[in-house]
């Protein structure tokens, strides 16, 4: 059984850190835009790891990193 999570972190000066591990390909992005929406819509930085351009077929698992906040905090 494949587990699919999403991993929140917010720090002390609010900067959100969203980690998304376990899905494949473009629906990491799908599954996080309206938790992106919610937390203000910028984002600062998109960090996607050669996973994600993977088919959802390959069974990789795969993390990807996004900053959400303001600049300059």
């Known amino acids: 059984m494949r587990v699919e999570e999403i991993e929140v972190t ?3 000066q ?5 980690a998304v591990r376990g899905i ?3 629906a ?3 599954l ?3 938790l992106e929406q919610a937390l203000g819509g910028q984002i ?3 960090e996607m790891t050669a996973e994600a351009l993977e ?3 390959t ?5 990807n990193h996004l900053e959400i906040g303001k600049p300059g905090l």
Do not use: F, H, M, N
């Open 10 to 12: 917010i720090d002390r």
């Open 14 to 18: 609010g900067q959100v850190v969203v």
């Open 24 to 26: 494949k390909g473009a």
């Open 28 to 30: 990491c992005l799908a």
């Open 32 to 34: 996080t835009k309206a």
């Open 44 to 46: 600062l930085q998109r």
């Open 55 to 57: 088919s959802p077929s």
């Open 59 to 63: 069974g990789v698992e795969d993390a």
